[in-house]
């Protein structure tokens, strides 16, 4: 009876050793599982808008923040941020990883973005404040960081997504951010962290999986530093959209294109002679343009001869002549369009014509647009024609009135 009972124990002792040893081996697992730290160090180049809020891209490991509903396999990670004014966030840029698994470099999972209010206690995340947001591959913005070519250390990637609206933070309250990849384990997704420096509080964690079913500082997970997770909040940047139109005509005296946009400014032209005159659009902003209309009048002093490009379209409707031209663009910053316009000098004499011209192109949700004029001044051939002398003083008389009065005297005018 008394060596049963000791068999016995022997039996226990050992089933629970068995046991114990099952259990400090799942322990090391999850531990493996819930955190890279210290293997990797690096720093992305960062979120290319105008940042208003800089966690810092500096990373030192990888947090696990992953969701499989089949497992069940959940981690997340947040981290706080606020404003001193208030702030509208359009951009979340970030460094995402992926570790554990043969094709731990060969993912690219949906990632989940939730921003939260602070609990009040500013220690940890309340409730819902925006979100969630999720995005598919080809929705975010990926650039190879690091790859260890070790599924154990993991690969990095500066992630960057815009945010469905921009979402508007109040001044002075605190909130949380949370990024969360979506797939199935292996291999696992995780958010990189640093050591230094820490903003505000440092970043909190929570998992039924790993046993924290309520939000813990990271120091808490795995003692004992402090953890700041890597992540950028950029504002939309300013659009800037803008088109300029300048219209000038060839003066054949000069053999120059002259800006002739006031009626003092007009060039002299014989009636009866062809004249030329130049559309010259420009992008002069950063935003491309789209959809650019280019619409010409001219005052029937001038006669439509043809247009280079051809107008899409051309009409006479007393006292004007109409061009259209259409362009579908992109039009892109500094690029620029001419457009040359053959007309035919009909007159009368001593009458002021002009060529006008309106563009009209989209930029920035809004259309831009731009005039010019550009003025002649018609002049009939006289008795000088055949002098080239008095037929250069003729066709620039504006200059030199007392000039007009002779040759008027003359009868040569």
Known sequence: MKN??????VLFVAIAMVFSSFGIANTQIKKDQIEINTFNQGTANGARGIVVWDNRMNYDGICSAQYDEAVPFESECADDFHFEEDTEVFDVHWIGAYWNGDNYNQVHWPWEIIFYYDDGSGTEPGNIYAGPFQYEKNEYDETLIEDTGNPNYGIYYEISVELPENILFSACNKYWISIQGIGDVPPQSGWAFHYNPIKLEEA???SDYFGFPDWV????????????LCFQLTEKEPCNASIDAEKNVWDNSTQKWIDADIELKAIDVLICTDVTFKIVIQNNETENLTNLLIRDKMHNTLEFKSGDPDPDEVYYKEPFWYMTWFFPGPLHSNETIEINITAHVIGPHRSYGFNYALVEAEGCDETVSDDDYCWIHCLKKSKSANHPLLAWFEQHLNMFPLLQKLLKLIELF
């Open 204 to 206: 909190v964690f929570r």
């Open 4 to 9: 049963k009972f000791l068999g016995f124990i």
């Open 217 to 228: 500082p990271w120091s808490e997970v795995d003692p004992p530093d402090d953890r700041d």
